[in-house]
């Protein structure tokens, strides 16, 4: 058997703490990371390997969700299969799966549906209907025993370095871990109360489910519903025609995880798609829909997807996503008073982060007006001490040390340095 290459097992690890030196797990591993993973391969090669302990614990934002993070040291083993076979499933998967794949993702989708939308209703003058979808309790009932036979059979067929069975083998252990078994609980366990059971691990039925947090979870998912975006792509569109009578090459109709939306202008046919979609996922993916997420509507009321309100001519930032910048606003708003109106260098960098990842998102929409409200209505004038807003609200930027000079309070009025169109004056 041919053994998994150091190099390799390196560049997994370089992949893996981009970004995340800054993590106590990525630290303590990096102390001596070179002897760690020349003992890591060795344990691969000899097949000793054994996933080590999660963490889990519970975000509520955006949605309430259960999330195991892996041990560091596992996390590299991610990396590594992700590597090697990412390039083979890209290879396989439809053009409009947007989820984990580079050069995607939800801006990409949103503007792939708006497209399709508009492609359909003949730029919003034609009839034209949307059926968004939902898989209930996705990532928790994956069926374990489905998803390795096949990732074992399409390996075999795909797959052509000579470390094929090690990589098999590596599958195998991630796949079939159960980290509920072997994990530390970060935060309480009433965290947990209020999860619906097909949210947990927990719960999951058994040889069901992988651990949201994990790159190989997220990219394994894709791999799982690849069949059917190739079914919906390739048989549901090819078996009706039409309404002017002709048959189409493929249904429009995107993806992301679990969240997928066709859009059509005959709103019958749409209709009529959805027990074939059930029947599919229930009899070869063992998955069904969510019963109370089945959204069919004219495309001149609009449909939410990925954050956003996709409407004619219009993309609307959605509510959750403004109530969540609002509630960022009060919290840092409450910890500057908390602490007598003074905030470290490093809490202002924290700031700083937190509130241009709202203003990156929101510039993607139709915001600017939401943008300066929060901006100049909502945000302590304490902050304008070390920062400016530029690009018409686009984005705050940490002013030098040297323009450090302002009183604790801001004395002069926002709007005598602030443009009208937004753009800096001093």
Known sequence: MTKIDIEELFQAYYDCRSNKRNTANAIAFEMSYESKLFHLCEEINNGTYTPGRSIAFVVEKPVKREIFAADFRDRIIHHLLIN??????????????????????????????????????????????????????????????????????????????????????????????DPTKNCCIKGKKTDWDNLPHTKSLFQS???????????????????????????????????????????????????YVDDFVIVHNDKEYLKSLIPNIQNFLLSTLKLTLHPRKIYLQSHEKGVKFLGAVIKPHRNYIANRTKGSFYETITLWNKSLKE??????????????????????????????KIRKKMLLKNLSAYYWNHFYISSGYCKLILKARRVHHLTTYCQTPLSSWIGEDGEDVY
């Not at 791999?223 to 549901?236: A, G, P, Q, V």
């Open 205 to 255: 039925p058994v040889n069901c489910g992988l651990p949201i947090g994990n790159l190989t979870s997220q990219i394994f998912a894709n791999f799982y519903l690849n069949s059917f975006d190739h079914y919906i792509k390739n048989n549901l569109s090819t078996s009706s025609p039409s309404p002017n009578g002709s048959r189409e090459e493929g249904l429009c109709y995107g993806r």
């Open 84 to 177: 090697k076979l990412n390039p083979l499933f890209e290879k396989q998967f439809i053009y409009d799966s947007y989820s984990c794949r580079v050069n995607k993702g939800t801006h990409f989708g949103i503007k792939r549906i708006t497209h399709f939308i508009r492609q359909c209703s003949q730029n919003y003058q034609a009839p034209c209907y949307i059926l968004k979808l939902d898989i209930e309790g996705f990532f928790m009932h994956i069926d374990k025993n489905i998803l390795f036979d096949r990732l074992q059979l399409f390996i075999n067929e795909k797959y052509t370095q000579p470390d094929k069975e090690l990589i098999i083998e590596l599958c195998r252990k991630v796949i079939f871990n």
């Open 339 to 368: 602490n007598k109106n003074k905030l470290s260098r490093e809490d202002l960098k924290l700031f700083l982060s937190s509130i241009n990842s709202y203003l990156g998102i929101m510039k993607h929409y139709e915001t600017y």
